[in-house]
């Protein structure tokens, strides 16, 4: 079955700078991958997805890259603010399955 | 403006004792999902339900049960609550399995139910 590496468990950077998340998956037939954002006591929210026909997407500050052949995607976000503070989770899923595998999440720290 | 809309928020079993979790949404998606969070482990798929009538087990289904009488609730049942169930439950739902899009395999989770057992 498919499993999803995410890398940093914790990340802090100060405010403006930019923040990296990087995801592995093993399942080559895998084809959607999207982001979560879970802030404290909240259900995971969809922030930005993509699909494995297209290498980047991009909205405002927040973009992913896919890397089909290294079976990788990443999550960067531009001029953080202390607002992006909160739980960072990775997932893949297949086109022939609705259910998602998530990575164990990445805490990320915005200092201002 | 619903979405998925979760009860208990927070409970408290004693072991052995049993409880159901409510789950629906309004959105009239086919696929209704639950997902455990555990600290430190992200989120592992329990049961799942492609419509009314159909559900299929997830990574971790032991000790839990569920079924799916309508497209809009989505109940999860504990029989015997054992410590290792204590957890953050979420409830989600999709329109399809297709992927992304605005009504494809956006999966749309509630607040959560914090459930403890001891």
């Known amino acids: 079955g498919e499993n999803v590496e995410q890398h940093p468990s914790t990340l802090s950077v100060q405010e403006g700078d930019s923040a990296v998340i990087k995801c592995t998956y093993s399942?080559?037939?895998?084809?959607?991958f999207p982001w979560y954002k879970q802030e404290l006591g909240k259900g995971p929210q969809l922030i930005i997805d993509?699909?494995?026909?297209?290498g980047e997407k991009k909205d405002q500050r927040i973009a992913v890259t896919l890397n089909k052949t290294a079976k990788h995607f990443s999550l960067h976000i531009t001029e953080t603010q202390p607002e992006d503070s909160a739980v960072y989770f990775c997932?893949?899923?297949?086109?022939?399955?609705?259910?998602?595998?998530f990575g164990k999440g990445t805490k990320l720290s915005v200092k201002p | 403006n619903a979405g998925v809309t979760q009860t208990p928020k927070f409970r408290i079993l004693k072991i052995g004792q049993s409880m159901t979790l409510q789950c629906a949404q309004d959105?009239?998606?086919?696929?209704m999902y639950w997902y455990r969070q555990d600290p430190g482990m992200g989120l592992k798929l329990i049961y799942y339900?492609?419509?009314?009538?159909?559900?299929d087990k997830g990574e971790v289904p032991n000790g839990y049960n569920v079924s799916r009488s309508t497209t809009e609730d989505f109940p999860l049942r504990l029989e015997l609550a054992a410590p290792s169930q204590t957890s953050v439950y979420f409830c989600a739902s999709s329109y399809s399995a297709a992927p992304g899009g605005a009504s494809g395999n956006t999966i749309y989770f509630g607040e959560g139910s914090w459930l403890t057992v001891v």
């Open positions: 339900s492609v419509g009314a009538g159909i559900t």
């Open positions: 997932a893949a899923s297949r086109r022939s399955q609705g259910n998602l595998i």
């Open positions: 959105m009239n998606h086919n696929y």
């Open positions: 399942d080559s037939a895998s084809n959607y």
């Open positions: 993509i699909r494995s026909n297209v």
